[in-house]
């Protein structure tokens, strides 16, 4: 056998085995980031999610967090809009819902802002916007959800829960920089 034979069949797997490296250690790292959260299995499973996981360092895997919270987010302002038009009779619960509308709206300029301290390596005003702006409305909505005691439908709920397993999530992740 030639050497440039073998140089050909010794590339694809030193490649192959760099990639199978390179991917097990970046799943140490997710492991180990979702590892501190309240729940490392909804974090994983955002991480999961996105493709460019096992390519990326602590920061890109914050951001991706950040997206998912950012999908849930927008599935909680569809919610909350349908809600508030089959509660608009009842004066207090669509003040409630109208008041989660504008916290929701508040958390999206609140997931941009949280993004671009991230790109800019500036994490304490980024654990501040995810904590104060991204975070806070979704608690207060649910508080005042919860005290008019009417039923919220499970998709509901169940976003609300994963949006707040993933900013706690992200609030630890960021505070591990």
Known sequence: MDSCSIIAKLVPLTTLFTILVISRANEELMMQLCHNSHNPTMCLRCLSSDPTAPKADQVELARIIL????????TLTNNTSTLASKHRRDPKAAAALKQCGLGYA???RGVGKADAHLIAG????AAYDVSMT??????SCRASLV???FNLPSSFCYH???????TQALLRIIDRF
């Open 106 to 108: 508040t958390a999206k």
């Open 67 to 74: 997206r998912c919270v950012n999908s849930h987010l927008i």
């Open 147 to 149: 005290t008019l005691d």
């Open 134 to 139: 991204v975070e806070a409305p979704s608690v």
């Open 160 to 166: 609300t829960e994963v949006y707040l397993a993933l």
């Open 122 to 125: 500036d994490y304490d005003n």
